[in-house]
């Protein structure tokens, strides 16, 4: 079951995100769902359309049930798979 503390370990795809904070400026407060993760980007379905957003050096609120988390791209970067298998710290 997807907790705030084992997010990380889990799929992200059909959660409801916003861009809190970006090297690109423009991409600030974009809202939508997560509909395909790579190694190094999220696909966002936006209202103005998909945009591809740039894991690396990007925090994310990720709404998860009532709870709304806030996640740093960094801790993100990596192919889905991998995530699993790696071991993070408490972030």
Known sequence: MIKPQNILKH???GLSCEIISS???SQIGL???????????????????RKRIEKK?????????????HIDGNFLFGRPEDRIKRKTKKW
């Open 11 to 13: 799929e992200l795809i």
């Open 23 to 25: 090297k690109n400026k």
């Open 31 to 49: 809202k939508g769902e997560i509909i395909d993760e790579t190694m190094k980007t999220l696909l966002i379905e936006t209202d103005k359309g």
């Open 57 to 69: 050096g990007t925090i994310f609120r990720i709404k998860l049930n009532d709870k709304k988390l």
